[in-house]
C-alpha cells in the first residue's frame, strides 16, 4: 500500500478592522473565504486573529533592545515575540483589511512591527536581509471606498502594496489580492459590488 505523507497546513487569519464583524464589509467578504477554505480543507487548522481583539498596541519605547535579547533566548511566550513566532509557524496567512487614508489601519502595520522580526521572520546576511518564511502563500482581501484601478489611483494606494512588499521581505511572496473598490461610491450598487466580491473570494478559496 502506497502511504503518502499528508500535511496539513495551518492558516492565520488576521483580521484589522475597528467595525464590529457584523458591520464590516471586509469582513463579510474575508469570512466567506474562510467559511468557503473550512469545507474545502476540514483537516486544516484555521487560526483567527482579530488584532483589535488581541489589543495589539505600538511597540513600547524601551523594549527594542530587550527584544532582541529575547530572540537570542528563543522566548516563544514572550508577549510580543509570541505574534512573531506564531507568524512564522503558519503556512497560509488570510489578511482582512479596508484602506484607511491611503494605507493600512495603523494596528495591522503595529502588526507588522511585531512579526518583522530579525531572526524569526527574516535574517541579516552578507548580502543583505533575506526572508525567513519560505514555501508558505498569503491573500490580502482588501475593500476601498473609491476606485484605484486608474494608473493614476493605483500609485496612491499603499495598503495592499505596502503587504506585499513588506510579506515579500519575509519570504512570502505567493501573495494575491481581492480588492473590492468603489464601495463608497453613491452611484454603485454596492449590494451587487458585495456579491461578486463574496464570490470571487469563495472560489479562490477553494485554490488556496
Ligand atoms: C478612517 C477611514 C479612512 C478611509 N480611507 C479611505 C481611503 O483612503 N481610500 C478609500 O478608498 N476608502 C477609504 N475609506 C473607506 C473604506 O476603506 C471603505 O468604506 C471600506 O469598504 C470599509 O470597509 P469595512 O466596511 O470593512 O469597514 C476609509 C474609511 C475609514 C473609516
Sequence with gaps: MDFKEIKMSKLLYIKANAKADGESRTFR???SFIK?????YPADEVVEL???EAGLGFLPKGKINELREAVQQNDRNHPILKFAYEFAEADK??????IWNLGL???LKAYIDYVAVGGITFTYTEKGPVGLCHNKKAV????RGGDYSSESMETLEMADRYLRNIFGFMGITDFETIATDRLDVITEDTDKLMEGAIQKAE???LAF
Design 50 to 52: 482579530d488584532l483589535y
Design 29 to 31: 467578504i474575508s469570512d
Design 105 to 107: 489601519p495603523a494596528i
Design 36 to 40: 468557503a477554505y473550512k469545507e474545502k
Design 93 to 98: 496567512y488570510v489578511i482582512a483589511e479596508p
Design 203 to 205: 472560489e479562490a478559496a
Design 140 to 143: 490580502n482581501i482588501i475593500t
